[in-house]
Nanobody, 120 residues
Framework: QVQVVESGGGLVHAGGSLRLSCVASGSIVSILEMGWYIQAPGKQRDFVASFTTGGTTHYADSVKGRFTISEDITKNTVWLQMDSLKPEDTGVYYC??????????????WGQGTQVTVSS
């Protein structure tokens, strides 16, 4: 089994910053990709940012230049630095690691999410 735990959410004023953390643990052989998604109230879950172990990063257009994803593969940890936050960044942020497990299968997992609220 793989466990995913996010942390770092909270309430912040527009223009402020937050740093989210995600740690994946359990029967992981390797992490292929780790991503962040947002689910705003009443909306579908949308992509925010991701990185691959090859070093490639991707960002949603709405967060480019404001959010930065970084990682420490040795610790199965990924961070999302969120600057210049806007009210539309409000939602539950989910971490989504795509891993190879000890039974040599590849699949992705989800954490329980961490709430980010940006007030105007």
């Amino acid at each position: 089994q793989v466990q995913v735990v996010e942390s770092g959410g909270g309430l912040v004023h527009a223009g402020g910053s937050l740093r989210l953390s995600c740690v994946a643990s359990g029967s992981i052989v390797s992490i292929l990709e780790m991503g962040w998604y947002i689910q705003a109230p009443g909306k579908q879950r949308d992509f925010v940012a991701s990185f691959t172990t090859g070093g490639t990063t991707h960002y949603a257009d709405s967060v480019k230049g404001r959010f930065t994803i970084s990682e420490d593969i040795t610790k199965n940890t990924v961070w999302l630095q969120m600057d210049s936050l806007k009210p539309e960044d409000t939602g539950v942020y989910y971490c989504n690691p795509y891993v190879t497990t000890m039974d040599m299968k590849r699949r992705d997992y989800w954490g329980q999410g961490t709430q980010v609220t940006v007030s105007s």
